[in-house]
């Protein structure tokens, strides 16, 4: 299936009319990076609660909760333990009564692609999950990670035994483990991690099952390439990320990564990438923009892993291009708090700018320059927007000069 238009999208909500993605005015913030787990982290979080709700956030990401074989979370072991890297149960469920007094939504790192075995099974490996709750045998596992189970649905997570979603019984204990997760803990929002390793009809029916307010996956893929030169057309790449919203019923939304891969190449220089041939935003964001939670790097992406990190000297015109345009746009924690307060007061104006005029996830947007050292649009009414070193302001004496830093400037209408 193919894009949705906003008229279509709008009469999806409208049957629900709780669903935060209607709404479109969500802020998120990355709570952590890759090196989180080593610094008392729930508490560290905790004392950051009000200035996250001031801010003007909607929701936290928080790392992974439950007990992990490794420090960061991502090799889970036993779900139902919330003693973890990052802090004890006690500090945790102190962090989200914080964030529910401040109005802030704690977003879950949902790791359910693979799981570390507790004991040896067939073949000499850990593919059995005995003596904790969940207590799988290998039917659990995949045939493909050495498991009884049936193929994989998606891609293989390498090294550890990947679930098999396509049983039942595994399907049953994970729906109930979100279901405790969302009502007993206190998260209300999820992020499916390594979401390309099981079929998104299996995300649909886990969110159906435990009814988190909001959703996003993890869909990870590779942009086009001509050799070391990413291509100017990623529509290919936008559709299988658009691909897997489908598949989750539309319940879920996606992290944009083909709106990161081209902005991060286009602030080098290349503004004409930010325009695609229809004179739409190049990204997920420029077909379902309800649906494309945009960022500019994350723990994987940045932080000390710097697997695919946007270039450091033009992390302001990153985000003051995501801030001012539609999808839903995240912060991460990083270029947030450990960067100086320049860098969080000016995200803090952006992220007011867009409050007070409106911006949501399907403002609309009107390219007006994309040359190679200038990027401009009109978002909504009262917006507009540069990038870049180019010159350029909006026609009119009603524009007046919002906020301005390295290579951006914003304009709003009183």
């Not at 570390?116 to 059995?128: C, I, L, S």
């Not at 969302?182 to 992020?191: A, I, K, L, S």
């Not at 996606?254 to 695609?276: C, M, N, P, S």
Request: proline share 5%; with cysteine; aromatic share 14%.
């Amino acid at each position: 299936m193919g894009y949705l238009n906003n008229g279509f999208d709008e009469s999806i909500q409208q049957a629900d009319p709780g669903a935060v993605l209607r709404n479109g005015r969500e802020i998120l913030l990355q709570a952590f990076n890759w090196e989180s787990h080593k610094h008392d982290w729930w508490r560290n979080l905790e004392k950051k609660v009000p200035d996250i709700a001031k801010s003007g956030f909607t929701s936290a990401w928080l790392p992974p909760a439950t007990h992990s074989f490794a420090r960061e979370g991502y090799l889970p072991q036993n779900l139902y333990s919330l003693n973890s890297s990052y802090g004890s149960e006690h500090l945790l469920k102190a962090l989200l009564q914080k964030m529910k007094q401040y109005k802030v939504r704690a977003m879950a790192d949902i790791v359910i692609n693979h799981r570390v075995g507790t004991t040896q099974g067939r073949g000499g490996m850990y593919n059995r999950y005995d003596g904790i709750p969940i207590s799988w045998d290998e039917r659990a596992v995949t045939s493909c990670t050495g498991g009884l189970g049936n193929q994989s649905t998606g891609d293989n997570f390498h090294g550890v035994p990947n679930i098999d979603h396509s049983q039942h019984f595994v399907r049953k204990d994970i729906t109930s483990w979100l279901y405790w997760l969302r009502n007993n803990v206190g998260f209300q929002d999820f992020r499916f991690d390594f979401a390309k390793g099981y079929s998104p009809k299996y995300v649909k029916e886990y969110i159906e099952g435990a009814k988190p307010i909001f959703s996003v996956g993890e869909y990870w893929d590779s942009c086009n390439y001509k050799g070391s030169r990413l291509e100017y057309n990623q529509d290919s790449h936008r559709q299988r990320i658009i691909n897997w919203i489908d598949g989750t019923g539309q319940l879920s939304a996606a992290f944009d990564f083909t709106t990161k891969g081209i902005l991060q190449e286009a602030v080098k220089g290349e503004f004409w990438r930010l325009r695609d041939p229809l004179g739409k935003p190049p990204g997920v964001m420029g077909w379902w923009p309800s649906r494309a939670v945009t960022f500019i790097d994350n723990h994987d992406t940045g932080s000390t892993q710097a697997h695919w990190p946007f270039p450091s000297t033009h992390i302001m015109e990153g985000y003051a291009y995501i801030l001012t345009h539609p999808g839903i746009p995240t912060v991460f924690y990083d270029h947030f708090y450990d960067w100086g307060n320049s860098h969080h007061d000016q995200i803090v104006k952006l992220m007011d700018i867009r409050r007070h005029q409106d911006i949501h996830s399907r403002s609309p947007i009107k390219i007006m320059e994309a040359q190679p050292n200038l990027y401009s649009a009109i978002i909504g009414d009262k917006v507009s927007m540069k990038i870049g070193d180019g010159s350029w302001c909006p026609a009119g004496r009603e524009w007046t000069l919002a906020t301005s830093g390295h290579r951006y400037a914003v304009w709003q209408k009183e």
